[in-house]
Every structure is written in structure tokens, then in C-alpha cells.
């Protein structure tokens, strides 16, 4: 990194986004577990000095990936004073709602209420009715999107003070019910789902959560992928007013950024530019899906490119995934990039 620079406090937050993918394999910096836990707190550090405003992970099971993020999260707040630090997303099918309403609880307090958490029904896994191995099934009459939902649900509702345990009166000498701890009293205004379609986003504005959008929409109309992403946002808030919130709800979507500003990244991606700079169709576990295109080249051209990207336009908040088996350095330098160079022409 050359220099640090802070980026607006107000207008578009730019943060980035990490799969955290780790493999032993020619070329890659991140060849164990603890290489890509370690390595995504020093690209979160990296990324407040270059003045990025959030650092987010993916989280999947049964993989090479990603896959506890909240005793990560806890550690990059520890790390860093300013930048959010959050989720995209963690499959609600896998968890316990209260156990994860205690963890979640205890990082955002550790963070100063910088946590945002995205949660989600999930994409496709690995593991086939993976999160049967971990004890969760759906009831009669639900599918896994339903016990999704029910865990997000209970969670929400354990964040936001709801008791859900009986008092042992012989310990504490009074009787009633009692809620978890600790509790971070705005944490539940800072929970996100994410959403691949308009109906899902329409219930997202409904249930009172902010909204996160990915690369990825598992549904297509045949408009090109911004546009389709931008009638989606639209949909949330509409329905979110509808619904009466009497807060202004966030959007995040993610791209995939990628500027061209030395000969290291040049040779990784500049044969990329071309082929990668269109919107592709095609079936995803069952759907018809449009995957959104890469932003790649010199950076004043991407910035022209991203100033007329609907949904970018339409959200407060932008995730740029990060090939982060490159390592700390070079991610660290696309970000400075990004925020210095692409960011002014979004605001």
C-alpha cells in the first residue's frame, strides 16, 4: 500500500467481501484454515487504513471456506475502530437460533454496534441436507427455506430482548422467564437478508430486515442483470413502506471489481476484461438464473461503467468480492483503488 486514504463519511460505502477460500495449490497465499482467518483480519485492517467501510465474509460449510464467522468477526473488531464488519451470509438452516443470538450479541458490543449481520436461506452446499448433520431439520409441513426462516425468526426475536427460558428460582430467588445475554440493544436493526429474487425481497421490506443483493439472481426477465437487481430494490422498499417501518432501510449489492492498475494485476486479469464484461443465464439447482458481469480494466473506465449500473445506483452499499488467495497486499491495493478512483464517481 502507497498511501492511506479516507474516503467520504457520507454518500456510497464501499466494503469488500471475502469467500475466504483457502487450498495448498501453485500461486495461492492462503494454503490452510488458519491462512485464511488470519489473512481476512489483516485485509479488514488493511482496508480501514485505505478507507473502505466494511469488511464482510461469506460463509459456507463442508468446504474450504469460510465457516465460523462470528468468532472471525469479534477478531477483526478487536483490530479495527471504524469500518462495519458483517456477513454475506450465513444459511440460517445451520445454526441455533440463541447460541447465535449470544455470539452475535457479544461481537457487536465488542465492535461498538458496527456488526452487520446478513442472513439467508442459503445457496446450494456441498454437503447434500447439510444442516441435518448439525441437528436441524425442517418440522411437518416445512421445507429447509421454512426452517430458515423459523431459525431467523427465533433469532430476531432473541436479539431484541424476547425471554425464552424459565427462571431457576432456587438460584435467583424469583420466578418469570428470562432472556439471553448479553444484549446489544440496536443490534436488531442491523440484520439483513439476502434476497435472489423479487418475491424475497418483497418479504425482506415486509419482515423490517435491510436488504443484501448478490452477483447472482435466481430468477430471470430477460433485462439485463443492473436493471433486473434495480426493479428488485424497488419492490423491498416499497414493500418496507407499506409495511410501516419507521426507519430508513439499507441496500447492499456486490460486484465483482476488479481495476487494472499495475502489471501484476494486468497479467491476473486483464484477459478477463472482455469475456467476463456481460451478464450470463443459466440453471442454477433447478432455476433459471442471470449472474451479473465482472467490472474489469483501468479504473476511470470502470467508474464510468459503475455510475450507470442501476442497482449500484439504487443501493447505499456496495460489496466488492475479493479473490483473496492473491493475498493481503494485492487486494489491499485493489481497494485503495477502488476507493480513491471509482468510489467519487458512484456519490
Not at 485505505?50 to 469479534?74: I, M
Not at 425468526?153 to 436479539?159: P, Q, T, V
Not at 435491510?210 to 443492473?226: A, H, I, R
Request: charged share 20%; no cysteine; net charge negative.
Amino acid at each position: 500500500m502507497s498511501t492511506r486514504y479516507a474516503a467520504p463519511v457520507m454518500g456510497k460505502r464501499i466494503g469488500f467481501l471475502t469467500f475466504g477460500h483457502y487450498q495448498s495449490v501453485p500461486g495461492s497465499t492462503v494454503r490452510t484454515a488458519r491462512d485464511a482467518l488470519i489473512q481476512t483480519i489483516e485485509l479488514a485492517v488493511a482496508a480501514e487504513e485505505v478507507g473502505a467501510h466494511g469488511a464482510f465474509v461469506r460463509v459456507h460449510h463442508f468446504a474450504r471456506q469460510l465457516a465460523s464467522p462470528l468468532p472471525l468477526l469479534a477478531a477483526i473488531a478487536a483490530r479495527t475502530s471504524r469500518i462495519e464488519i458483517g456477513t454475506a451470509v450465513i444459511d440460517m438452516r445451520y445454526v441455533n437460533p440463541l447460541a447465535m443470538a449470544e455470539d452475535a450479541a457479544a461481537a457487536d458490543l465488542i465492535s461498538d454496534g458496527r456488526l452487520q449481520l446478513g442472513l439467508s436461506r442459503g445457496s446450494p452446499e456441498t454437503a447434500l441436507r447439510g444442516y441435518e448433520s448439525f441437528g436441524y431439520t425442517p418440522a411437518d409441513g416445512e421445507d429447509d427455506a421454512d426452517l430458515a426462516r423459523r431459525h431467523t425468526r427465533e433469532f430476531r426475536e432473541a436479539i431484541a430482548g424476547a425471554t425464552v427460558a424459565e427462571a431457576n428460582a432456587r438460584m435467583t430467588g424469583v420466578s418469570g422467564r428470562l432472556a439471553i445475554q448479553p444484549q446489544s440493544p440496536t443490534l436488531p436493526e442491523r440484520i439483513w437478508w439476502g434476497s435472489g429474487t423479487r418475491a424475497t425481497a418483497e418479504w425482506t421490506g415486509q419482515q423490517g430486515m435491510n436488504l443484501m443483493s448478490s452477483t447472482l439472481l435466481t430468477e430471470d426477465t430477460g433485462v439485463p442483470f443492473d436493471e433486473l437487481q434495480a426493479e428488485q430494490i424497488e419492490r423491498f422498499r416499497a414493500a418496507w413502506a407499506q409495511a410501516g417501518w419507521d426507519r430508513e432501510p439499507r441496500v447492499s449489492v456486490s460486484r465483482s471489481i476488479l481495476p487494472i492498475i499495475d502489471d501484476e494485476t494486468r497479467h491476473y486479469f486483464g484477459l478477463r476484461a472482455q469475456a467476463d464484461a456481460h451478464d450470463q443465464v443459466g440453471m442454477l439447482d433447478g432455476a433459471l438464473s442471470r449472474f451479473g458481469r465482472s467490472y474489469i480494466g483501468e479504473p476511470d473506465q470502470i467508474a464510468a461503467e459503475l455510475a450507470q449500473d442501476a442497482a449500484v445506483a439504487a443501493a447505499d452499499t456496495v460489496l466488492v468480492t475479493v479473490p483473496n488467495q492473491l493475498g493481503v497486499d494485492f487486494n489491499a491495493r485493489i481497494l485503495e483503488s477502488i476507493v480513491r478512483d471509482v468510489l467519487p464517481a458512484l456519490d
